[in-house]
Structures are given as C-alpha cells and as structure tokens.
C-alpha cells in the first residue's frame, strides 16, 4: 500500500530545482531556501515555491498559507485552477521578479488579470490592465469588458466602452455581443447608457465649440468696428477724416471689409430716408382708408400755403 502511495507522488509532474531556479530569474539564487510549499494547476503540474515570497508579494496568498490545515501533512499544496498551466508559471514568475515578458502578456495576458485581481497583486493588475487594453479587437472587446467589470479595473472599462462605442455597428454582429446579450443584459443596458451619453457629451462639445467661434468672430467685428470708427481703414473712417488720407488695410481686414461695405451699404440707404418716411405713412394709411390718405396728401400742401399767405397778411 506504502508502495503505491509513493509510486503515485512520483508520478505527479513538478518543475525542477534547476528549470524553477532560471524560470524564476533571480539574481543570487544560491542565496534561497529548499522551497516549503507547492502550487498545484489545473493539468496537475507542481510547482515549488517559497511561502515567504507569496506572502510578502499577495495578502490572500498570505492567509492561505497561514490558515491551518485540516489533514496534517509535511506537503503544503496550493492549489491554482481555471487557468492554463503556463498563465500560473508566468503569475508565479511575476510574483519572485516582478517582470513578465511582452511574449507572455500577449498570451496570458487575461489570464493574469484575473489572478492579479483574485491574489490582489496590484502591479500586475496595473500592467496587464494597460497591456490587454493595447490588445483590444473587435472580437474580444466584449468579453474583456466583462472581465474588466469583474476585476474591477476602470481603466480598462473605459477602454473597452470607447472602442465598443465607435465600432458598436461592428461589436454587434460578434458571437461575444450575442453571448452577452443572452446572459448579462444589465451589462448590455450600461454599455447603450454609455454609447448614449457619448453621443450627448459630443453634441455639448460641438454646440460649445459653435458658440466659442461665434463668440470669437462677434469680438473680432467689434474690435474692427471701433477700429474704422477712431482711426478708419481704407476708404472708411470717421466723418472728421480726411478723405484723402486714406489708410491700408489693417492686419483683420478681412473682417474690416465686410463691415466697410455693410457702412458703405447703410449710409448709401440713408440719403432715403424721406421715402421710408412715407412708404411708413402710406402702411399706416391703408389701415384708415386709402382716400382719406390721399385727400390729406393732396390738401396738405394747399393748406400750408393758406397759412402762409395768411401769417404774411398779419405782419402788414
């Protein structure tokens, strides 16, 4: 019985000394102890660890290790399931150096995000939120949106919403888009909350936008307007300017021009005064009549040579 025990234990795969040593990158590994403690993945895999560096590196790790065991054994055994087996080699490679490669972020780069969030390892949450963010497609932006909305990374979200957002016609059609549909329409809500509020932000801003440039081109003709009116531009200025002394163009003449020709437009109309004075009276009269308008047109002037004739007949 004792046999086959040992024949079983022998027959679990497990990292060696020497692969674990140049896997983990250390500088002085001569300097490190026997390792105390196994981490087991989802294929069986072993790999020896140190419980000094986990529980300096991840406080959950930390109350596992320190939490008693039920069965009292010399093996202590951790196990780390739902990931590949290489995603916990490079967790655990990260945890010792604090570095992953480019490589492994590329492949395992998911992966690691979740154990960095359920281990609270908060640089690898860090660099894999910002390196699976560089990654993001069409096809898997949904699902690692989900996975940002569970480890609660905002960052990443953001990220996510934005490209669902401006590829929404695209995201849509993805079997990703449909699964959600089908199994998280809270999520589907948020992110057409979020596509909504967008549309919105970038009405505001082109509204604002229109307003600051109507605002700038109002102050720019007001500038120009006292500018004719106190010392003139071209062949417009102030009634006490020399027509003569003509200026040139000033730096805004663009804008000057416009207002000059609107100048030239309202004092050429001036001189018409009188006949807007009596197309007034003649709007005003059609309301009492249009006989008794012309009657009291056409005596008027009879009736002012009356009085004359008669104020020069008194001075005799």
């Given at each position: 019985m004792e046999e086959t025990r040992n024949t079983a234990a022998t027959a679990t795969p497990t990292i060696s000394g020497d692969?674990?040593?140049?896997h983990l990158q250390f500088s002085d590994k001569n300097s490190l102890?026997?390792?105390d403690?196994?981490?087991l993945t989802s294929n069986g895999l072993r790999i020896p660890v140190h419980t000094g560096i986990l529980a300096s590196v991840s406080p959950v790790l930390e109350n596992i290790i320190d939490r008693?065991?039920?069965?009292?054994?010399?093996?202590k055994i951790i196990p780390i399931l739902g990931v590949p087996c290489d995603a916990v080699s490079s967790f655990i490679q990260f945890l010792y150096s604090s570095r992953c490669s480019e490589e492994e972020m590329e492949?395992?780069?998911?992966h690691l995000l979740a154990l960095s969030h359920v281990y609270l390892v908060p640089q690898l949450k860090h660099t894999c939120s910002k390196s699976v963010g560089q990654r993001l497609t069409i096809e898997n932006v949904v699902d690692v949106l989900q996975l940002a909305r569970l480890c609660d990374s905002p960052d990443l979200y953001v990220k996510c919403m934005k490209t669902v957002s401006s590829n929404f016609?695209?995201?849509?059609?993805?079997?990703g888009w449909r699964f959600m549909q089908e199994n998280d329409p809270f999520l589907e809500l948020e992110i057409l909350k979020f596509i909504?509020?967008?549309e919105s932000r970038k009405m505001r801003t082109r509204r604002h936008r229109e307003e600051q440039r109507l605002f700038m081109e109002l102050s720019e003709a007001m500038e120009c307007l006292e500018h004719i009116c106190t010392e003139g531009c071209t062949a417009v200025g102030p009634s006490d300017m020399d027509p003569t002394n003509q200026r040139g163009p000033c730096n805004k003449f663009s804008t000057c021009e416009g207002l000059?020709?609107?100048?030239?437009h309202f004092a050429t109309w001036f001189h018409f005064a009188d006949f807007f004075s009596l197309h007034h009276g003649f709007c005003l009269s059609i309301s009492s009549g249009w006989p008794n308008w012309t009657e009291r047109k056409t005596l008027e002037p009879l009736m002012a040579i009356q009085a004359e004739n008669e104020s020069t007949e008194k001075r005799r």
């Amino acid at each position: 019985m004792e046999e086959t025990r040992n024949t079983a234990a022998t027959a679990t795969p497990t990292i060696s000394g020497d692969r674990m040593s140049s896997h983990l990158q250390f500088s002085d590994k001569n300097s490190l102890p026997k390792p105390d403690v196994q981490i087991l993945t989802s294929n069986g895999l072993r790999i020896p660890v140190h419980t000094g560096i986990l529980a300096s590196v991840s406080p959950v790790l930390e109350n596992i290790i320190d939490r008693p065991h039920k069965h009292h054994s010399s093996e202590k055994i951790i196990p780390i399931l739902g990931v590949p087996c290489d995603a916990v080699s490079s967790f655990i490679q990260f945890l010792y150096s604090s570095r992953c490669s480019e490589e492994e972020m590329e492949r395992y780069g998911i992966h690691l995000l979740a154990l960095s969030h359920v281990y609270l390892v908060p640089q690898l949450k860090h660099t894999c939120s910002k390196s699976v963010g560089q990654r993001l497609t069409i096809e898997n932006v949904v699902d690692v949106l989900q996975l940002a909305r569970l480890c609660d990374s905002p960052d990443l979200y953001v990220k996510c919403m934005k490209t669902v957002s401006s590829n929404f016609k695209a995201v849509e059609k993805t079997e990703g888009w449909r699964f959600m549909q089908e199994n998280d329409p809270f999520l589907e809500l948020e992110i057409l909350k979020f596509i909504d509020e967008a549309e919105s932000r970038k009405m505001r801003t082109r509204r604002h936008r229109e307003e600051q440039r109507l605002f700038m081109e109002l102050s720019e003709a007001m500038e120009c307007l006292e500018h004719i009116c106190t010392e003139g531009c071209t062949a417009v200025g102030p009634s006490d300017m020399d027509p003569t002394n003509q200026r040139g163009p000033c730096n805004k003449f663009s804008t000057c021009e416009g207002l000059q020709l609107l100048i030239k437009h309202f004092a050429t109309w001036f001189h018409f005064a009188d006949f807007f004075s009596l197309h007034h009276g003649f709007c005003l009269s059609i309301s009492s009549g249009w006989p008794n308008w012309t009657e009291r047109k056409t005596l008027e002037p009879l009736m002012a040579i009356q009085a004359e004739n008669e104020s020069t007949e008194k001075r005799r």
